[in-house]
């Protein structure tokens, strides 16, 4: 369960790689899509890449192709054929070219339900024991008794929707939601997140915590190192004054970081470090959290931690890495999954961390001369203690971590397989 304002940036994210078009945000969008399908048609908003045979078998040389472009005059599916080769493989057997156009038949298939509604279950059917909700459309030709009412809903909301763009009026279509909102309270109280939880994930998404932090923590990084540098060579000069800016501003960016990790912890009801973008947000904070304990005093520490820090948020923004909070298998279904994993995946900020310093030290040694090897000397040596206790904590971590790995392991699937792992 997730609010709409989440569902539209997800849908829009998987299509098009975005989360704003043509000046429009994704709830924008969507409900356009929604009202005025064929205005959608044409245009350029689904991702295929720029791999060749894609471009070839659609007649396009952009990465950006439009609805349209996947059908012929007579509808036929251009990309029937390959589609279905691909399906047939064994995953095993599947190359790169086989996935992306798996990939881009889903976006084609997210881009026909946004159209016809289908995409939208937001109808829960009254007194249904699995708490199902139902869309525009049934499934696999399946009635359910709550059907007309979704028939009638989505009718009414298209029709005041269309009315709306028309005439920059939605007052009605805003009492239809107010309805709505009203009959999910009522009928889908089983399932229906609280209305703290969703203004809490509506929040984090209008934030924007992440991707915002990785160009402030870039910034911030340079910042430091600009004076590590000067530091180096002017040394007569005193640079306390423009340190205390540059740490407030370092605290303030790791509040933030943590208000983030907090407020996706209380949105998902667990850890927020269970899969490739939640690992590479967690680790930038444990990242920026080792520079505040080890590095707060040292202009290169502190430029270390941030310039990982924001390579981190860089690499956890772009496009393969899904930032949507999904449900977790039931192996990870484990209170293990918070101590082992905050170890494991904690550790790794720690000791590249130490790394990074490291090879800080390695360049400041370029630039020694008579002239300043005292000044060079002596910071080197303040990093290289840094770098070592830094790496220390991370090898704590990470062994305690590993050997609570086997527990959880034995926990796990030693009961699965009736047998000690």
Same mark, same amino acid.
């Given at each position: 369960?997730?609010?709409?304002?989440?569902?539209?940036? +997800?849908?829009?994210?998987?299509?098009?790689?975005?989360?704003?078009?043509?000046?429009?945000?994704?709830?924008?969008?969507?409900?356009?899509?929604?009202?005025?399908?064929?205005?959608?048609?044409?245009?350029?908003?689904?991702?295929?890449?720029?791999?060749?045979?894609?471009?070839?078998?659609?007649?396009?040389?952009?990465?950006?192709?439009? *609805?349209?472009?996947?059908?012929?005059?007579?509808?036929?599916?251009?990309?029937?054929?390959?589609?279905?080769?691909?399906? #047939?493989?064994?995953?095993?057997?599947?190359?790169?070219?086989?996935?992306?156009?798996?990939?881009?038949? +889903?976006?084609?298939?997210?881009?026909?339900?946004?159209?016809?509604?289908?995409?939208?279950?937001? %109808?829960?059917?009254?007194?249904?024991?699995?708490?199902?909700?139902?869309? #525009?459309?049934?499934?696999?030709?399946? %009635?359910?008794?709550?059907?007309?009412?979704?028939?009638?809903?989505?009718?009414?909301?298209?029709?005041?929707?269309?009315?709306?763009?028309?005439?920059?009026?939605?007052?009605?279509?805003?009492?239809?939601?107010? $309805?709505?909102?009203?009959?999910?309270?009522?009928?889908?109280?089983?399932?229906?997140?609280?209305?703290?939880?969703?203004?809490?994930?509506?929040?984090?998404?209008?934030?924007?915590?992440?991707?915002?932090?990785?160009?402030?923590?870039?910034?911030?990084?340079?910042?430091?190192?600009?004076?590590?540098?000067?530091?180096?060579?002017?040394?007569?000069?005193?640079?306390?004054?423009?340190?205390?800016?540059?740490?407030?501003?370092?605290?303030?960016?790791?509040?933030?970081?943590?208000?983030?990790?907090?407020?996706?912890?209380?949105?998902?009801?667990?850890?927020?470090?269970?899969?490739?973008?939640?690992?590479? %947000?967690?680790?930038?904070?444990?990242?920026?959290?080792?520079?505040? *304990?080890?590095?707060?005093?040292?202009?290169?520490?502190?430029?270390?931690?941030?310039?990982?820090?924001?390579?981190?948020?860089?690499?956890?923004?772009?496009?393969?890495?899904?930032? $949507?909070?999904?449900?977790?298998?039931?192996?990870?279904?484990? *209170?293990?999954?918070? %101590?082992?994993?905050?170890?494991?995946?904690?550790?790794?900020?720690?000791?590249?961390?130490?790394?990074?310093?490291?090879?800080?030290?390695?360049?400041?040694?370029?630039?020694?001369?008579?002239?300043?090897?005292?000044?060079?000397?002596?910071?080197?040596? +303040?990093?290289?203690?840094?770098?070592?206790?830094?790496?220390?904590?991370?090898?704590?971590?990470?062994?305690?971590?590993? *050997?609570?790995?086997?527990?959880?392991?034995?926990?796990?699937?030693?009961?699965?397989?009736?047998?000690?792992?």
């Amino acid at each position: 369960m997730k609010p709409m304002h989440t569902l539209t940036r +997800e849908l829009l994210r998987k299509v098009s790689r975005k989360e704003t078009m043509s000046g429009l945000n994704a709830d924008q969008i969507v409900l356009s899509m929604l009202a005025n399908p064929a205005g959608w048609y044409e245009q350029a908003m689904i991702k295929i890449g720029k791999e060749e045979r894609i471009q070839k078998l659609l007649n396009s040389s952009s990465d950006m192709v439009t *609805y349209n472009t996947f059908f012929k005059e007579n509808g036929q599916y251009l990309l029937q054929e390959e589609i279905r080769r691909a399906y #047939s493989l064994q995953p095993i057997d599947r190359g790169a070219f086989e996935k992306d156009l798996m990939k881009i038949d +889903e976006r084609v298939n997210i881009m026909s339900m946004i159209f016809s509604g289908r995409i939208m279950k937001i %109808i829960p059917v009254a007194g249904d024991p699995n708490n199902k909700w139902i869309s #525009s459309q049934a499934e696999d030709g399946e %009635i359910s008794s709550a059907q007309p009412l979704a028939d009638k809903f989505f009718s009414s909301y298209v029709s005041a929707l269309q009315d709306g763009i028309s005439t920059n009026n939605f007052n009605q279509a805003d009492l239809i939601i107010e $309805e709505l909102k009203a009959y999910q309270k009522t009928e889908g109280v089983g399932v229906i997140p609280s209305s703290t939880r969703i203004k809490g994930e509506i929040l984090l998404n209008k934030l924007n915590v992440f991707s915002r932090l990785s160009m402030f923590y870039a910034l911030l990084g340079m910042a430091f190192l600009v004076y590590l540098f000067l530091s180096v060579f002017k040394s007569d000069k005193n640079f306390s004054k423009p340190y205390k800016i540059l740490f407030w501003l370092f605290l303030l960016g790791f509040t933030f970081h943590t208000i983030g990790l907090g407020l996706r912890w209380y949105v998902s009801g667990r850890a927020p470090w269970s899969n490739g973008y939640e690992s590479m %947000i967690y680790i930038a904070w444990t990242t920026t959290l080792a520079g505040l *304990y080890f590095a707060r005093k040292s202009f290169g520490g502190m430029a270390a931690t941030l310039i990982l820090s924001a390579t981190l948020l860089l690499v956890a923004g772009l496009s393969f890495l899904d930032p $949507e909070i999904t449900p977790l298998v039931p192996v990870l279904k484990s *209170y293990w999954l918070t %101590i082992h994993v905050s170890l494991e995946a904690g550790s790794y900020g720690f000791l590249m961390l130490g790394a990074l310093i490291a090879l800080i030290n390695l360049i400041l040694m370029i630039f020694l001369t008579d002239h300043n090897k005292d000044k060079v000397s002596r910071i080197v040596k +303040e990093m290289s203690y840094i770098s070592e206790i830094t790496l220390i904590g991370g090898l704590a971590m990470v062994s305690i971590g590993t *050997y609570l790995g086997g527990v959880w392991a034995n926990e796990s699937l030693g009961k699965i397989l009736g047998v000690g792992c």
